[in-house]
């Protein structure tokens, strides 16, 4: 079905609430970056700063001509001078695209920009965009008066579409071009899809879900009961020795078999190995979550996963295979110290950007092989491919109007037209590919085979993810997915809304919770539930306490209250943080901390450093006017005794040498 240009009615938005956990949402993913967990590379745009890239490319003649196009006055004395008002110019047009993303079309003709939101919901904004696929979407664009390169030139001219200036991307060597960025929180203009409105047989609100209740209904049953991890793989004999199984988990007898394929020899680089799927729990583990929970036991292991990919389990250990996975309390503390809005954005963020296991392969049963011979196509490189396929995906849906039935296997097919090398963006089908042969790679256009894999993929991200998610309702008849709706809550999702402080809509909202005040369970232990108004104060009792057994618990020591002093926290600013939060500082630990702020510091300890001792009581002086020695000097004993780090001790001597002093070592 042809895609519609006009954009689709939308819900008028949710009311704003205001964002209580940013500091916590920024501690949260540094958290994440400390794990063990493997997670998707992040791929960078390949397009240069526009200012440069605009004194180079264009001529003043040319700058002019884009400056008239988009309305924007330039009268710098010089070409740079009119390339940096004209950059600036183009990037207060971005900023209104961030509110608008059709406005990133402005200036094209009607054809131009239909090409460009086919280009764009196929590769979206960052990804390096390859001459061949330009021909080919072109070729696809009705209307097309012009050839490709003059295509290109126009796009170029209006600072669109730039070189970027690199030879191959993804195992694909072509020539390449980037996208004049729109910022992080940028979204660029898709497809409209214009599918025939029909409610199909069995279509309800039933399925509906509400993602936080859930997730949060997961955690606490690991809370109460660890999982099992799946167990992996027993390595090959050979796999220290073998490049392609060094960093995979792999089955042995498969490896045997390809390293066996050429006697004597080594196996040929375009033999395929199959990727081990990589749940995060095994079937029996994501039965009793599910008998836990009252969740399916998909939904229960797309959950699980989540959890994992955010880090609120515990990292895998590799020297214990079979440790189990419990909660990390640190991390727990920090999501629970987010509002609904941001819990929700990070999970999303987690599963289209991060989260490098390919659970949807695995939920549709589609095996998956890559090349022997790509040595650099890493765990989470695939990640990265898993990730890109996600994006796609909700780049399409959000071509989608709410609230309103589409036929699944019209969207898929037009999805398949659209790109169908959807799942090979970051690495080319000789890389990584799809079917059931390890030997021969399926044949890319044919609509069977494309179905039965990446379609089926995409099912299973409607299926199982988007539907866990609540941003998707799906019937599904004798186990094939027959049709889908977006919700209010995917269009919150996929429009990034929560990004501009848009409150979540109802049907996402879990049920309020009682908001558990703050005490003291003796003079030395403290209970602080988790708030999103308490995300400063979590971080602020991470180090004026240490953390008990029981949940959001902790035991005020000696040891704790010297590690505050050290990071700056005076008893004023403690008492102010506990009446803050309605629970006063108890006095007999009150009067503990102020006697040890009383005596911080009165004696100190220090390692690694020496003393320089001076002949009279001028050469001191002299030395921190001629040398780097007040950098150095870490305490002063006399007129004639420093004590200096021991590591400037080399350069100190060095200077001391060459301004006329003549020192002497002792050991």
């Known amino acids: 079905m042809p895609p519609r240009k006009r954009a689709s009615a939308e819900p008028a938005p949710a009311p704003r609430v205001a964002s209580g956990g940013i500091e916590a949402r920024r501690r949260f993913r540094a958290l994440i970056m400390q794990s063990d967990w493997t997670f998707a590379l992040i791929v960078l745009s390949q397009t240069e700063q526009l200012e440069p890239i605009l004194d180079a490319d264009f001529s003043i003649a040319q700058l002019r001509e884009i400056g008239r196009n988009r309305g924007i006055v330039m009268s710098g004395p010089s070409k740079a001078a009119m390339a940096q008002q004209l950059a600036r110019g183009l990037a207060t047009a971005s900023a209104e695209a961030l509110r608008d993303p059709e406005r990133y079309l402005d200036g094209l003709r009607p054809v131009e920009a239909d090409f460009v939101r086919r280009a764009l919901t196929a590769y979206g904004l960052v990804l390096p965009l390859p001459r061949s696929a330009i021909e080919r979407l072109w070729q696809a664009t009705p ?189 727990l503390e920090l999501w629970l110290s987010l509002s609904n809005e941001e819990k929700l954005l990070e999970a999303w963020h987690c599963w289209t950007r991060t989260l490098a296991f390919g659970l949807e392969a695995s939920l549709a049963g589609v095996p998956v092989y890559r090349a022997v011979g790509v040595s650099d196509l890493s765990p989470s490189l695939i990640g990265t491919a898993w990730c890109e396929m996600r994006q796609y995906f909700v780049r399409i849906l959000r071509g989608l109007p709410v609230d309103a039935w589409v036929a699944w296997p019209a969207l898929r097919e037009a999805m398949r037209q659209l790109h169908p090398h959807s799942a090979n963006t970051i690495a080319q089908r000789h890389m990584l590919w799809f079917g059931k042969s390890a030997n021969r790679q399926p044949p890319p256009d044919n609509e ?135 629970a006063p500082l108890p006095a007999s630990i009150r009067t503990r901390f102020e006697a040890m702020a009383g005596r911080f510091g009165r004696v100190r300890a220090y390692e690694s450093v020496c003393a320089l001792t001076l002949g009279d009581d001028v050469a001191l002086r002299e030395l921190l006017a001629a040398t780097s020695l007040r950098d150095a000097v870490v305490h002063t004993l006399s007129p004639r005794v420093v004590i200096v780090r021991a590591d400037r001790v080399d350069a100190l001597m060095k200077e001391m040498v060459e301004k006329g002093f003549m020192p002497g070592v002792r050991g």
């Not at 991470?542 to 000696?558: D, K, N, Q, S, W």
Request: with cysteine.
């Open 448 to 582: 069977a085979n494309w179905n039965a894999t990446e379609g089926a993929i995409f099912a299973a991200m409607a299926c199982e993810v988007l539907t866990a998610f609540g941003a998707l309702d799906v019937v599904v008849e004798e186990g094939a997915l027959t049709a889908l709706r977006v919700t209010s809550t995917g269009h919150w999702l996929f429009e990034r809304l929560g990004e501009r402080g848009i409150a979540l809509p109802a049907e996402a909202r879990p049920a309020e919770r009682p908001r558990e005040p703050v005490r003291w369970l003796d003079d030395n232990t403290c209970r602080l539930p988790p708030a999103p108004d308490r995300g400063d104060y979590m971080a602020f009792a991470r180090v004026f306490g240490e953390p008990g057994r029981a949940p959001f618990t902790y035991h005020i020591t000696a040891a704790s209250m010297e590690r505050a002093l050290r990071n700056g926290i005076t008893p004023v600013q403690a008492a102010e943080h506990f009446e803050a939060l309605g």
């Open 143 to 331: 209307g097309r008066d012009v050839t490709v390169s003059e295509l290109q030139q126009a796009l170029h001219r209006q600072a669109l579409l730039f070189p970027a200036r690199i030879p191959d991307f993804g195992g694909l060597r072509d020539i390449f071009y980037g996208w004049r960025q729109l910022g992080v929180a940028g979204l660029e203009p898709v497809l409209r899809w214009d599918f025939p409105a029909r409610t199909p047989r069995g279509a309800g609100r039933g399925n509906a879900r509400v993602f936080l209740a859930d997730f949060e209904q997961v955690i606490a049953a690991v809370q109460a009961t660890p999982l099992r991890r799946r167990a992996r793989r027993a390595p090959h004999r050979d796999a220290a020795s073998q490049p392609f199984l060094r960093n995979h988990e792999h089955d042995a007898a498969d490896a045997e078999a390809v390293l066996g394929t050429r006697s004597g020899w080594a196996p040929d680089p375009r033999t395929g190995i199959q990727v081990v799927p990589d749940d995060v729990i095994d079937a029996p583990t994501a039965a009793r979550l599910s008998a836990q929970t009252g969740l399916s036991e998909r939904h229960a292991l797309v959950l699980a996963t989540l959890a994992a990919g955010q880090c609120l389990l515990t990292d895998p250990v590799p020297s214990k295979p079979g440790a189990p996975l419990s909660v990390r309390m640190d991390a």
